[in-house]
């Protein structure tokens, strides 16, 4: 039994290259700061000292800078070359055992996580993993949607790949790169950088890459709208448009808004939907919509199946459920919705102010 547990330990030690390197650098700077103290109290300076524990201990025997005559010298420096060179011999082992399986590591994990890249197919591309990549990710995630990210950074790459994400760390406007990501295999095309020249440019590129790819833009000016629509984005996101209007739905239609987001029994079906490519919002009907004074018949005729109704929230009032099909929509009105995937922007200029009066 005592061999058996010995074994054990052993096997668990020797596994563990970077506690090999912690134990053998701690087991050769105690013996270093032994010997060094035995010396001192021979009446060496401490200078002598570590210069004859540094001569002694590498091998090199430079050169002695005292005599070392007495019984005391002799058996310290007998511990120090049997011990301290053992320890440095078990140091250098392990230090080139942690660099040479790191490097195995990193290689088999890159070429695993490009052999899993390549197998994507009808995938999605997110390109940045800043606060609204990660956001993006957690919910494709949760969708149980293929999706790669391509991030730049060090720090953000490496958050990327800990949260166990297929990525790479290169740079997003370089074709080879969206490439090497499989764009031509892939659905959708997300940019989403704080970058607005970048997001241009990675839209031209991935639009020249695959005509049929479905890209969504981010924009944090309103002036880059146009330019990214220009350069084949199929949609632009504006973060700070939709906070905005996410706040003022949360102020205007408190009822549907507590009703779709108050409990977490409702968030599960937000998800059961998405996994079904369907969303549950609640949207404001402008003043200037065609679709005010029209019936809920009348307004999912002209969606064409992109969406139907199943409430209206009114400001100061009691809000519909299942609103009867003759039910007349008015300004200010809150539909409450479900839209396939792909008809965001349909909605909201059904719902919104038109493009021409704004």
Not at 180 to 195: E, F, H, Q, S
């Amino acid at each position: 039994m005592p061999g058996r547990l010995m074994h054990d330990w052993t096997g668990r030690v020797l596994a563990s290259p970077l506690r090999n390197l912690v134990l053998g650098g701690v087991f050769v700077l105690f013996i270093c700061l032994l010997a060094t103290i035995g010396y001192v109290a021979a009446g060496w300076s401490l200078g002598d000292a570590i210069y004859m524990v540094v001569l002694t201990i590498y091998t090199v025997g430079y050169d002695e800078v005292r005599a070392i005559r007495t019984p005391f010298l002799r058996a310290n420096t007998m511990m120090l070359i049997i011990l301290g060179c053992t320890g440095m011999i078990f140091l250098t082992g392990a230090l080139v055992q942690f660099i040479t399986i790191t490097q195995f590591q990193q290689l088999f994990g890159t070429r695993r996580m490009k052999n899993d890249i390549d197998a994507l197919t009808d995938h999605v591309i997110i390109c940045g993993f800043g606060r609204i990549g990660i956001m993006l990710a957690q919910e494709l995630r949760a969708g149980r949607a293929p999706f790669v990210v391509i991030e730049r950074s060090d720090r953000r790459f490496a958050d990327a790949r800990d949260l166990g994400y297929l990525c790479i760390q290169a740079d997003a406007t370089d074709e080879n790169t969206l490439q090497a990501v499989g764009i031509a295999r892939a659905r959708i095309l997300a940019t989403v950088l704080p970058d607005d020249a970048a997001n241009v440019f990675i839209t031209l590129s991935a639009r020249s890459l695959n005509a049929s790819l479905e890209i969504i833009a981010r924009g944090e000016v309103a002036s880059t709208e146009r330019k990214l629509i220009q350069a084949g984005a199929n949609r632009v996101v504006m973060p700070t448009h939709i906070g905005a209007e996410r706040i003022a739905q949360m102020i205007l239609f408190r009822d549907s808004e507590r009703l779709l987001q108050g409990s977490e029994g409702m968030r599960v079906f937000q998800r059961q939907l998405l996994d079904l490519g369907l969303s549950l919002f609640t949207h404001p009907v402008s003043p200037e919509s065609r679709c005010v004074g029209q019936t809920v018949a009348d307004i999912e005729q002209i969606g064409a199946g992109s969406f139907f109704i199943v409430g209206l929230d009114r400001p100061h009032d009691q809000g519909i459920n299942r609103p009867p099909p003759d039910t007349v929509v008015m300004a200010g009105d809150g539909v409450v919705l479900v839209s396939r995937d792909g008809h965001a922007q349909q909605v909201a200029q059904l719902f919104g102010t038109p493009l021409s009066t704004i």
